[in-house]
């Protein structure tokens, strides 16, 4: 579960975007089971990640701590729930979006999820961080090829950049939240 201490991690690499002390940024973290999300937030917080186990059922995890909130959802296949989503997208200021990059049998699944996110009216303008997750795997595809089969490039009303990384290593994600840190100030502003 979500700890307090995985969520300090973020505030450090958060802290340097904050332009007014009372601001609260919300971040909201999205993407299929077993997409890597769990692993991503240790990951930030510099927490052990050698033994995650599968979040169970649908999640909601909000974390407030120094005028950051942070909501994660655990996207599962309970599509019924679907409905009472909305009720969380409200003043988000950045989606990151995680994906399993060798699953290559999911990729129309969460392009489809991804698709209709976009389209919320409620999320309409907010900055998207797309994680290409697991490129530790030899069976990942390329961000590039993620991004050509999601037709990333007809996003029109959202600032988007979709990142390569491995929650595993690290990689990638540090340079992934460095582009939310210049992207919550923009908006913010």
């Known amino acids: 579960s979500l700890s307090l201490s995985l969520f300090?991690?973020?505030?450090?690499?958060l802290?340097?975007?904050k332009s007014a002390p009372d601001q609260e940024v919300r971040i909201l973290l999205l993407g299929l089971d077993n997409a890597g999300k769990t692993t991503l937030l240790k990951q930030l917080a510099s927490e052990?990640?050698?033994?995650?186990?599968?979040?169970?059922?649908?999640?909601?995890k909000s974390v407030q701590s120094q005028g950051f909130k942070l909501n994660v959802w655990d996207i599962g296949g309970q599509r019924k729930i679907r409905p009472y989503w909305r009720n969380y997208f409200e003043n988000t200021d950045i989606l990151i979006y995680?994906?399993?990059?060798?699953?290559?049998?999911r990729f129309e699944e969460t392009g489809q999820e991804l698709a209709e996110l976009l389209e919320e009216e409620k999320l309409s303008c907010v900055p998207v961080l797309i994680f290409a997750n697991?490129?530790?795997?030899l069976t990942a595809a390329p961000a590039s090829e993620i991004a050509e089969g999601l037709n990333?490039?007809?996003?029109?009303?959202?600032?988007?950049?979709?990142?390569?990384?491995?929650a595993l290593t690290g990689e990638g994600?540090?340079?992934?939240?460095?582009?939310v840190c210049r992207n919550v100030s923009a908006k913010k502003k």
Not at 48 to 60: A, E, K, L, M, V
């Open 134 to 137: 697991k490129q530790d795997l």
């Open 173 to 179: 994600v540090q340079d992934g939240m460095n582009w």
């Open 152 to 166: 990333l490039h007809t996003i029109r009303d959202h600032v988007w950049q979709i990142q390569s990384c491995s």
């Open 8 to 13: 300090k991690g973020l505030l450090s690499i």
């Open 15 to 17: 802290r340097k975007l």
């Open 48 to 60: 052990d990640i050698s033994h995650i186990t599968p979040t169970q059922g649908f999640n909601i």
């Open 98 to 105: 995680v994906i399993d990059s060798a699953d290559r049998k």
